[in-house]
Structures are given as structure tokens and as C-alpha cells.
């Protein structure tokens, strides 16, 4: 009797493999690891990297602390791999079009689904399509890898995870999916689902306390009153790492200093890396080098500095591209830093040892209109700089220092250089906060400081105009200046126009249009998906309503 059963389970088990292997479309990793095996269609967490072959059931977290110092790892453990199960959804499709699907993440909170996410496609290789059983990624971690899952944990948080998550214990719930998104969407079977629970610490409210403005910033000390618990509020927050990776809020009313709040290790003479912001620094040194005669006007093109025949994909499009489309980022190349598979990305630039030739390289794309789509380009603005170095006397390093820094009284500043050691005006340039308050303020005098027109004003106003209106699908509402955004917020049912600076990160000069208000806000978030949607949080719900009158 036992070899007869023992017979029928060889029989049985041979049949599923072969019908396995029959249905697959593509031959998956074998499974060999005793853990994989006993937790088969499970989402499993970890505090740390270990290898799979050395992974214990023990290092499995049931529960996860959400203290800044703590990480949080996320591996899928799969019966089978993903192209295998997108094949059992659409049977007719190719690998490759298979691999134009993904993962779907479904995340809950305490029973209540809070986000619900169709991976991008572009988020795991095809090799791990293919073949993985087990995908393994950081969901939170102070390590700083780039990794997909760190930003689906961040869009997560962004889309009703941060409120959810509150103090106290929660149970957090994935479920995961196959996707194929051809010919239409179709979303397939549970595959693996897991739980765990989170719990979030209570603030520490001495975290929380005002820091006094010392002597010696430079800025004259504002007597206006505002609500301190508001501010007291956002530092727990930002204490608390509910507001992440935040380093400096500095607020200027009437033109006196009325906040200076420090964190993350930060402190008045830090400098801060405040990426694209210094972008906004080459639109106001054009406009110096205007107003002094070296540039005639905004409207000169590019064959007026550069033989674009020695370039490559040379087209007489470019010939014409102005200044000004330059500017205000909607010149007709070929180029768009928000699309990863762009030739003109910045990414590309920045392995190559001439950026302006890599800019002036670029196709033209002949479906655009010059001065009529914008394209956020940041090769675009190295070429700005590289105009002006060549232009102005003694370069751009020196014209810098003698016309816009000196008269501001900034002394401590970093440039970064591009590979020919021209300040790069790409982004990166770097100051302390109360400095690049200095910037906010000059644009918000009009272009005086201290008596003294720095900026013309009508450089001012061209820079403040909304020459065009942004993308709403990659930006939101809002236009563009010259290298300056333009948003409004809403606080109260009212509302406040800004025209601002912005980078990678965070990093914010914000210039109000309607209120006497220039506010800096520094941060280290970079390429994380909350670095801006907190920065919008931090001002509509704490500092405009704690400074507005």
C-alpha cells in the first residue's frame, strides 16, 4: 500500500512539473533556499542586506520601529517569476512585451487600503522579470540607494501613508500583483502578501523649542510677532522625521530676519547644496551682463557664440535658438530632464567631458515651437553659463564675485565647475542659508540692495512674468519666469502668489509677490518622491500660517 502511494505522488508531482514548466514562457531560477520554500507567496521584511543563503527565519521582522536610524527592507518571495505570471494573464504576448508590465503594490494601513500602485515598467531589469523568484529592495534606508523600492515607499507616504501612519501601532499590509499593460491594462492573481507591524514614536516636544537668533547674521532682527506654535509644530515634525531630511527654514518679513531654524546637523555657517536653485543665479547674472552692455538683449542667438557647424545633428533650427528660450527653458532641442529616455537628459551630460558640447550636439525636435512648450533643460543652462563666461570680462568666476556677491556681501560660497572649470550653472552652487536669503530679498527690493541698483528692474519684472505656463501632468499648476518658477498657494481661502527658486532635494528661495515674505528652505531629500510635496506641506499649513497677517 505505501509503494502504491508513494507511486501516485511520484506520478502526481511529475505531472505538476511538467504542466509548470508547460505553462511557463520563459524557464525561472530554480528555488532552492529552505526559507523561500516555507514562506512561498509571502512579503517578508528585514532590518539589513543579507543573502538570501544566509537569511534565518529569525532575521524576518515582525514589527518595525519608525526611528530614523532604522531601516526597512522589502523581499518578495515568489513561486514563480514575474514575466511567468504575466504570461498566465496574456498568454498571446512576447517577453518583451510582457516586460512593458510590472509589479502592482497594493499597501494597508490598520484593514484600510491607503495606496495602490502599477510599478513602472522601467523599475526592474527584464533579467529580474524573467527569471528572479525573489525581489529584494529598501523601502527605508539611511544608506541612500537608488532603488525603486525606496520611492515606492516614498510615493506611498506622499498618497496618504504620512497620515496614516500615525503615532502609535499600526498594521501595514502589502499585497502584490502581476501587471500587463497591452493591449489593456489587466491585473492578475495575488501572488504574495505580508504584514507588519509598524509603530511611530511619539514626538519629543523639546525638539521642538524656537532657536534664538544670535548676533552677528548680518540681517537686522524683526520685532513683528507670529505663531510660535505653529513653528514649534513643523521643528517636531522635522524632529521627528515626520518633515524628512529638512536642514535649514529661514524666514525674512519686511526685510528684516524673523526665523532662523536649524536641523539635521545644520547651523547658520553650513553651506548648503541647494541643486537646481543655483540654476536661478545665471538668470540674474544675465541680466547683469544685459544691463552692462556685454550681452545686447535676450533675443541674440546661439550662432552669435558658437560655429554650430562643429557640432553634431547640426540643423539651422539651432541657429535661431534665443537666449531667452534658454531662459525660460522652451528652446526647440530635443531635450527633457523629466523623461528618463530623453537624449538631452542631464544624466547624460554629466559622464561627458564638455557639457556645452554635449548640449549643442542635440537634435532639434522639429515638432516643437521655439518659445512655445517648455521642456525642463538643464544643459540648456550650462550653455547660459558658458555664454556668459565667454562674454563678460575676466569670466564668469570674477564677474560673479564683483557684481552680484560683493555688493550682497557674500563672502562664503562654493561654486562647482564644469569639466572646462566654468562655474556650473547647472545647479550646485553653494551658501548659507541666511545668504541665499540675501538673493530672495534683492529680487523682492526690485534689484537694490543697500541703496545700490544690483539688478535692473526691468530685469526683475521680464524674470517675474509668466512667459510660459507649465505641464501640469509633470508639475502641477504654475509658470515659468526667467529660470524662476511661479506657484500660488492657498492658505485660508486666500491667495499668496510666489515666484521661487527650486532644486533636487527640497531646496526653495521663495519670493512673495503680494506679501512682504521671502522664505529659504534647505533639505537633503534628494531624489526622493517627498522632497517637494513636504516642502508644499511645511508652507501651506505651518509657515504662511504662521507668518501671515
Not at 525606496?150 to 496614516?164: I, K, P, S, T, V
Not at 523649542?209 to 552677528?216: R, S
Not at 552680484?404 to 556681501?409: R, S
Request: hydrophobic share 40%; aromatic share 12%; with cysteine.
Amino acid at each position: 500500500m505505501k509503494r502504491y502511494l508513494l507511486i501516485i505522488s511520484i506520478i502526481l508531482t511529475t505531472a505538476c512539473k511538467t504542466f509548470a514548466q508547460a505553462g511557463n514562457i520563459i524557464e525561472p531560477e530554480p528555488i532552492t533556499s529552505v526559507l523561500q520554500k516555507a514562506n512561498m507567496g509571502k512579503v517578508v521584511f528585514e532590518a539589513d542586506t543579507i543573502p538570501l543563503e544566509k537569511l534565518e527565519q529569525t532575521d524576518l521582522l515582525t514589527s518595525y520601529e519608525a526611528k530614523p536610524a532604522n531601516n526597512l527592507y522589502m523581499r518578495l518571495l515568489l513561486a514563480n517569476s514575474l514575466t511567468n505570471y504575466q504570461h498566465s494573464l496574456a498568454p498571446s504576448l512576447s517577453i518583451e512585451q510582457l516586460n512593458g508590465g510590472n509589479f502592482q503594490f497594493v499597501f494597508y494601513v490598520d484593514g484600510r487600503q491607503v495606496y495602490q500602485e502599477n510599478l513602472h515598467k522601467g523599475a526592474n531589469l527584464p533579467i529580474a522579470k524573467n527569471t528572479k523568484t525573489t525581489i529584494f529592495v529598501p523601502l527605508i534606508s539611511s544608506r541612500g540607494e537608488d532603488s525603486w523600492g525606496r520611492f515606492l515607499w516614498g510615493r506611498f507616504m506622499a498618497h496618504g501613508g504620512e497620515d496614516a501612519l500615525t503615532t502609535g501601532a499600526h498594521l501595514l499590509k502589502i499585497e502584490v500583483r502581476p501587471y500587463v499593460a497591452i493591449p489593456d491594462l489587466k491585473v492578475g492573481e495575488l501572488i504574495a502578501q505580508g504584514e507588519i507591524r509598524v509603530t511611530v514614536p511619539a514626538i519629543d516636544f523639546r525638539d521642538a523649542e524656537l532657536q534664538n537668533i544670535k548676533p552677528g547674521s548680518g540681517w537686522q532682527v524683526s520685532k513683528e510677532d507670529f505663531d510660535k506654535k505653529k513653528i514649534m509644530e513643523m521643528n517636531a515634525l522635522i524632529a521627528g522625521n515626520r518633515f524628512k531630511q529638512i536642514t535649514s527654514v529661514v524666514v525674512i518679513s519686511n526685510g528684516k530676519l524673523l526665523i532662523e531654524e536649524y536641523f539635521n546637523g545644520s547651523a547658520r555657517d553650513s553651506l548648503h547644496n541647494p541643486r537646481s536653485v543655483g540654476k536661478t543665479f545665471a538668470s540674474a547674472l544675465m541680466g547683469i551682463a544685459v544691463h552692462d552692455g556685454y550681452i545686447k538683449s535676450v533675443d541674440q542667438t546661439l550662432k552669435e557664440f558658437y560655429d554650430l557647424k562643429k557640432f553634431s545633428n547640426y540643423s539651422p533650427q539651432k541657429e535661431n535658438v534665443t537666449l531667452k528660450s534658454l531662459l525660460t527653458m522652451s528652446s526647440v532641442f530635443g531635450a527633457d530632464d523629466n523623461q528618463s529616455d530623453s537624449p538631452g537628459n542631464e544624466e547624460n551630460m554629466y559622464p561627458t567631458d564638455d557639457w556645452v558640447k554635449f548640449a549643442l550636439s542635440l537634435k532639434t525636435d522639429s515638432n516643437k515651437m521655439a518659445g512655445k512648450q517648455w521642456n525642463y533643460f538643464t544643459a540648456g543652462v550650462v550653455v547660459l553659463g558658458d555664454i556668459l563666461n565667454k562674454s563678460v570680462p575676466g569670466g564668469l568666476d570674477k564677474y560673479s564675485a564683483e557684481k552680484l556677491f560683493k555688493p550682497l556681501v557674500i563672502s562664503n560660497y562654493r561654486w562647482q565647475y564644469t569639466p572646462q572649470n566654468v562655474p556650473n550653472t547647472a545647479g550646485g552652487l553653494q551658501m548659507r542659508s541666511l545668504d541665499y536669503a540675501k538673493f530672495g530679498q534683492l529680487y523682492k527690493n526690485g534689484g537694490v540692495w543697500n541703496g545700490k541698483q544690483v539688478i535692473s528692474q526691468n530685469w526683475v519684472k521680464e524674470s517675474f512674468t509668466k512667459h510660459l505656463t507649465l505641464p501640469k501632468d509633470v508639475v502641477g499648476e504654475g509658470f515659468y519666469g526667467y529660470l524662476f518658477w511661479n506657484k500660488t498657494y492657498t492658505v485660508n481661502n486666500k491667495a499668496y502668489e510666489t515666484y521661487y527658486c527650486s532644486g533636487n532635494g527640497g531646496n526653495k528661495i521663495f519670493i512673495f509677490t503680494n506679501q512682504p515674505l521671502v522664505v529659504i528652505i534647505t533639505a537633503e531629500a534628494y531624489n526622493t518622491p517627498y522632497a517637494h510635496p513636504q516642502v508644499d506641506k511645511m508652507m501651506k499649513e505651518y509657515i504662511l500660517p504662521a507668518v501671515l497677517k
